[in-house]
């Protein structure tokens, strides 16, 4: 409910503040976000439900195949980019751009990629999907280095809320829990 309120606070803050000749493209980033969502959603129990099977593949295997199909998926959107690099860059910017573009695309996908492999495997489901929430927190941080100003109070306190929700279900997953036989004694004595 914590990390659920942080974000309602953070987004109420943002479209309060946005231009109302904004409404159309604020609607547009909101479906998109929602598909965005959706699609994480989907991704993050496949992944999980890959890795705890019994024939689960190597986490750096599972790891390159997704980042394959990634490039593949990237290259067919590749026609419907909006820029020529060639006319626009000198061939010392176009290097420096695509050099940067597999630094980060190597660091900030595939390696997040493989440690997500991991966490899956070795999280249950219930504590990595609210780990993903630092993500949006880091997000913000960029976004307000970005923009150059710091948040809003209310932004502030919806980044709080939420970093908040992450350490309660971790302060929740990590409780020591009975064995279920003695759960079930209990229950049986009650």
Do not use: H
Request: proline fraction near 4%.
């Amino acid at each position: 409910m914590l990390i659920a309120i942080g974000v309602v606070i953070v987004n109420a803050a943002t479209v309060s503040a946005a231009d109302v000749a904004d409404t159309a493209s604020i609607l547009l980033g909101t479906l998109a976000s929602s598909v965005a969502l959706a699609i994480w959603i989907a991704y993050g129990l496949a992944n999980a439900a890959v890795m705890r099977s019994a024939d689960a593949p190597d986490g750096l295997q599972w790891t390159g195949l997704q980042g394959i199909g990634a490039a593949v998926g990237s290259l067919l959107l590749l026609p419907l980019t909006s820029f020529d690099l060639a006319d626009t860059a000198s061939v010392s910017e176009a290097t420096r751009f695509v050099g940067w573009a597999l630094v980060m695309g190597l660091a900030g996908s595939w390696l997040a990629t493989w440690c997500w492999v991991v966490a899956s495997r070795r999280l249950p489901l219930a504590l990595a999907a609210q780990l993903i929430v630092a993500e949006t927190v880091i997000g913000l941080a960029y976004g307000f280095m970005f923009e150059g100003r710091p948040p809003s109070p209310a932004e502030a306190i919806g980044a709080a809320m939420q970093v908040a929700g992450v350490c309660s279900a971790i302060a929740v997953f990590s409780k020591p829990r009975a064995p279920s036989s003695m759960l079930q004694k209990s229950v049986a004595q009650v």
